[in-house]
């Protein structure tokens, strides 16, 4: 099922596939990993995931059967219920105009390799991985700013934002962002040193402490909503 009715919107999944197109949506909507988009932190993790031995198959909410799951040891990492049914939504073209791209702290060289193989295993719909959709979204081209090694930092406001900025053409105050900010407020530093040229205006943030749900996930389109809108 589609987020959208908890926007009080039509679901376009049920009206010949037509994106919303009344509605403003980000242009780029970035999401932390660790304990955001999926439940571990991946410096907790023991191993690499292998795609042939380590995916771990379920029911993809109401899209059929795919990868829910990856091992890494004994470690399940698993996207949030919202980030999934997010990402469904962009898969189907939901969003109009808006593309997706992860800014992630991760803080070894190893911790990385977990995360990147993670979400080269993970899927969102039967056949297409997260990684898929991210590379879908920019022809191939690898945007995302994963890990804290240089020219990367922890602070993601000093090194994530202005490379994905510089990365994608796309404007801070046309970005929608997403950290659990447990380890860090990332979405203040971002807010507070990532401001647009001309308007002054910083990406929305929204923190997600327990994972990216449907409520947060709702809310930070309805906070962009209203901001573009000048509500």
């Not at 700013?145 to 990367?152: A, E, M, T, V």
């Not at 930092?153 to 970005?175: C, Q, V, W």
């Amino acid at each position: 099922r589609s987020l959208l009715p908890t926007l009080k919107l039509q679901d376009p999944r049920y009206s010949g596939h037509m994106a919303v197109s009344s509605v403003p949506f980000p242009e780029l909507c970035v999401f932390d990993l660790d304990a955001c988009l999926w439940d571990k932190e991946m410096f907790q993790m023991n191993s690499i995931p292998d795609p042939d031995v380590d995916a771990v198959h379920g029911q993809l909410g109401s899209r059929g059967m795919g990868v829910v799951g990856v091992m890494s040891g004994s470690d399940c990492i698993s996207l949030h219920k919202g980030a999934l049914l997010a990402l469904q939504d962009h898969a189907d073209g939901v969003f109009e105009g808006m593309k997706i791209a992860c800014a992630s702290s991760a803080d070894t060289p190893f911790a990385e390799r977990v995360g990147r193989a993670a979400l080269r295993i993970l899927e969102v719909l039967p056949g297409l991985t997260v990684w898929d959709l991210l590379m879908r979204d920019w022809e191939g081209l690898d945007v995302n700013q994963i890990g804290r090694q240089p020219p990367l930092s922890s602070n993601k406001a000093a090194t994530h934002f202005p490379r994905l900025k510089e990365a994608t053409g796309i404007a801070y105050d046309k970005m929608l962002f997403f950290d659990d900010c447990n380890w860090g407020d990332h979405c203040l530093m971002v807010a507070q040193g990532c401001k647009d040229e001309r308007s002054g205006l910083p990406p929305v943030t929204v923190r997600t402490p327990r994972g990216l749900g449907e409520r947060e996930w709702a809310r930070g389109l309805e906070l962009y909503r209203k901001r573009a809108s000048g509500e």
